[in-house]
T-cell receptor
Framework: SAVISQKPSRDICQRGTSLTIQCQVD?????MFWYRQQPGQSLTLIAT?????????ESGFVIDKFPISRPNLTFSTLTVSNMSPEDSSIYLC????????????FGPGTRLTVL | GENVEQHPSTLSVQEGDSAVIKCTYS??????FPWYKQELGKRPQLIID?????GEKKDQRIAVTLNKTAKHFSLHITETQPEDSAVYFC????????????FGKGTHLIIQP
């Protein structure tokens, strides 16, 4: 499997501000995804980060709130904009295309607390 | 969209006994079914997966079975050990590598010594 890192690992932010989370993989991958895991809950897909084009968002998530970039095959960013306490969650990136086509591996996550 | 139901939400078993967690899904086009284990404060770790052209897959003490007709799949853990205690998530994908996963709500597995 690939080595996946995320920065920052955690942060505490004030409401109304924005935070950009980085996801770096040590090898080229075909697909990258962003998920949210609220405290004690399951994982929910936010969007697919497409290399060289706009991300594909799931129902309930919009680009203005969660802009995503993927400039190359090893890196992606997720920005959480105009944050509110309801955005407090763990944000995880995942990658696909290491080994078999469908298998997804997760980064360590970014724990975000919004005050 | 896809809907994934997972049961039970909590499962307590004696060490050495077997544990079974079940998931059902709604979209008959789904064809990729992974299971993840998540320990407290850690990332989800893939433990086993199965694709729709296979009915059963086994890896040491862990097995997954799939019934595509009934749209359900199950995780079986035999000879449970204390280190099996964690939250287990089933997930469903469309296969082909183009889409993300839809997750079940998770099962908190507790292994009693």
């Amino acid at each position: 499997s690939a080595v996946i890192s995320q920065k920052p690992s955690r942060d505490i932010c004030q409401r109304g501000t924005s935070l950009t989370i980085q996801c770096q993989v040590d090898s080229q991958v075909t697909m990258m995804f962003w998920y949210r895991q609220q405290p004690g809950q399951s994982l929910t897909l936010i969007a697919t980060a497409n290399q060289g084009s706009e991300a594909t968002y799931e129902s309930g998530f919009v680009i203005d709130k969660f802009p995503i970039s993927r400039p190359n095959l090893t890196f992606s960013t997720l920005t959480v904009s105009n944050m509110s306490p309801e955005d407090s969650s763990i944000y995880l990136c995942s990658v696909e295309g290491v080994g078999s086509a469908d298998t997804q591996y997760f980064g360590p996550g970014t724990r975000l607390t919004v005050l | 969209g896809e809907n994934v139901e997972q049961h039970p939400s909590t499962l307590s078993v004696q060490e050495g006994d077997s544990a079974v967690i079940k998931c059902t899904y709604s979209d008959s086009a789904s064809n990729y079914f992974p299971w993840y284990k998540q320990e407290l404060g850690k990332r989800p770790q893939l433990i086993i997966d199965i694709r729709s052209n296979v009915g059963e897959k086994k890896d040491q003490r862990i097995a997954v079975t799939l019934n595509k007709t009934a749209k359900h799949f199950s995780l079986h853990i035999t000879e449970t050990q204390p280190e099996d205690s964690a939250v287990y998530f089933c997930a469903v994908g469309s296969g082909g590598g183009a889409d993300g996963l839809t997750f079940g709500k998770g099962t908190h597995l507790i292994i009693q010594p």
